[in-house]
């Protein structure tokens, strides 16, 4: 299964990258913001899943999800939303642009595999 996790944070990326590589992604690519991911997608090619941060320079998260959703290529593609942004407006303003799940910051591993059970990716053997 592959990944791309989409955060501005080199910690968080790193993070989010260990944990997936435990879940039995591979490959996981990352990027700093949502133009450099969708960079990262059209020489890659299509993933599994993307965790996709909102606050992010150049091109923040809910515009990533949005123009990804307007590419057939990229239906696919399960999105978490892995942000800060509590609020309730801001929650459905992401899963209307085409969000499978939302995560708050901070959360633990248990949480973030919680989502990915949600979503169809049982880590293998578990």
């Known amino acids: 299964m592959k990944a791309l996790v989409v955060d501005d944070s080199r910690?968080?990326?790193?993070?989010?990258?260990r944990?997936?590589?435990a879940q039995g992604f591979?490959?996981?690519?990352?990027?700093?913001?949502?133009?450099?991911?969708?960079?990262?997608?059209?020489?890659?090619?299509?993933?599994?899943?993307?965790?996709v941060d909102w606050n992010m320079p150049v091109m923040d998260g809910?515009?990533?999800?949005?123009t990804?959703?307007?590419?057939?290529?990229y239906e696919a593609v399960k999105v978490v939303m892995?942000?800060?942004?509590?609020?309730?407006s801001k929650?459905?303003?992401?899963?209307?642009a085409g969000a499978n799940q939302y995560i708050f910051k901070p959360f633990t591993p248990e949480k973030l595999r919680e989502k990915l059970d949600l979503m169809?990716?049982?880590?293998?053997?578990?």
């Open 11 to 17: 910690t968080i990326r790193v993070m989010l990258k």
């Open 19 to 21: 944990f997936l590589q």
């Open 26 to 51: 591979d490959p996981i690519h990352e990027a700093g913001d949502g133009k450099e991911a969708l960079a990262k997608l059209a020489e890659v090619g299509s993933v599994d899943l993307a965790l």
């Open 62 to 66: 809910l515009d990533f999800v949005t």
């Open 68 to 73: 990804l959703r307007q590419n057939k290529q």
């Open 82 to 88: 892995v942000t800060t942004e509590s609020e309730a």
């Open 91 to 96: 929650v459905s303003r992401a899963m209307s």
């Open 120 to 126: 169809g990716f049982a880590k293998p053997g578990a």
